[in-house]
């Protein structure tokens, strides 16, 4: 299993991004994805999460500006941010359990700066 991270970028404080997240490979086993992101000089963090059944998770810095959702038949998961703030900065890493293996994408750079 791969997964490809795309959609960072630089945005103005109150701007939207999209995030994608594309498996390949086998994932008929999949039981989850996920959102984390690392702010410069801080830990990684997870921010948002998709169950296999559906079921969603957020931090509370995020509830109500972003969505995270899922694609079956093109196997990509999302992350709408919406009202982004300076504190949103980070780079932002998906993750994926698959079976009882966990993989990570590679990293994409959000800046919110005006």
């Known amino acids: 299993v791969q997964l490809q991270a795309s959609g960072g970028g630089l945005v103005q404080p109150g701007g939207s991004l999209r995030l994608s997240c594309a498996a390949s490979g086998n994932i008929s086993a999949f039981k989850s994805m996920s959102w984390y992101r690392q702010p410069p000089g801080k830990q990684r963090e997870l921010v948002a999460r998709?169950?296999?059944?559906?079921?969603?998770f957020y931090i509370e810095s995020v509830k109500g500006r972003f969505t995270i959702s899922r694609d079956r038949a093109k196997k990509t998961v999302s992350l709408q941010m919406n009202s982004l703030r300076p504190e949103d900065t980070a780079v932002y890493y998906c993750n994926s359990w698959v079976g009882s293996a966990g993989y990570w994408g590679q990293g994409t750079q959000v800046t919110v700066s005006s």
């Open positions: 998709i169950d296999a059944g559906g079921s969603l």
